[in-house]
């Protein structure tokens, strides 16, 4: 996974305390993306940036915030936690067209 | 709304024979289709995409197929070894849209 890690990789939390998820390329790539992925859901974006400070809503950004100030660095952020978060989070890169260039995953468990 | 899918949530394979993984689409507008393998514990990877204007695209070992008539994508994979063993997502984008949207996905696995 070169070229792009998460932090913390697994994490368990309790309901109602803010998490923040970390994503960092070493690539200067200018797309980022975070998903969850869900049994029977596959990948549902969360949100995505463009740019830095340049960020726009996925298909299921509701409870999530994203930051960029710096091109290497795109973090998510769970205001207060709820179980319906529980879920592992993917961050991506755009290498291309059409290839996307996914992290190791971050495993969030809220209880 | 639009969405893609996949015909088959499993599919069992015998070691070296070849195998078959289907994907429908209705965004009659995407423009690209791409194939990604996930294993387990690990993120997806990038395997191949074709164009829009394509019907056919070969790699190492992996073939895509692309009939727009009926909306239909499949992933050819020849000579299947243990390390095929993954969940395989089909996914699109629209020229201009940098977003991709994935299928579910298929658990293939491949019998010794």
């Known amino acids: 996974d070169a070229g792009i890690t998460q932090s913390p990789r697994h994490k368990v939390t309790e309901t109602g305390t803010p998490v923040t998820l970390r994503c960092h390329q070493t690539e200067n790539h200018r797309y980022m993306y975070w998903y969850r992925q869900d049994p029977g859901h596959g990948l549902r974006l969360i949100h995505y940036?463009?740019?830095?400070?340049?960020?726009d809503k996925g298909e299921v950004s509701d409870g999530y915030s994203v930051s960029r100030s710096k091109t290497e660095d795109f973090l998510l952020t769970l205001e207060s936690a709820t179980s319906s978060q529980t879920s592992v989070y993917f961050c991506?890169?755009?290498?291309?067209?059409?290839?996307?260039?996914f992290g190791p995953g971050t495993r969030l468990t809220v209880t | 709304g639009e969405s893609v899918g996949l015909h088959l949530p499993t599919l069992s394979v015998q070691e070296g024979d070849n195998s078959i993984i289907n994907c429908a689409y209705s965004n009659s507008a995407s423009d690209y289709f791409i194939w990604y393998k996930q294993e387990s514990g690990k993120g997806p990877q990038f395997i191949i995409d074709i164009r829009s204007n394509m019907d056919k695209r070969q790699g190492q070992r992996v073939t895509v197929l692309l009939n727009k008539t009926v909306k239909h994508l499949s992933l050819q994979i020849a000579a299947t070894q243990p390390g095929d063993s993954a969940v395989y997502f089909c996914?699109?984008?629209?020229?201009?849209?940098?977003?991709?949207?994935f299928g579910t996905g298929t658990r293939l696995t491949i019998i010794p």
């Open positions: 940036s463009y740019g830095v400070k340049d960020t």
């Open positions: 991506a890169i755009s290498r291309g067209l059409s290839e996307q260039y």
């Open positions: 996914a699109e984008r629209e020229d201009g849209n940098e977003k991709l949207t």
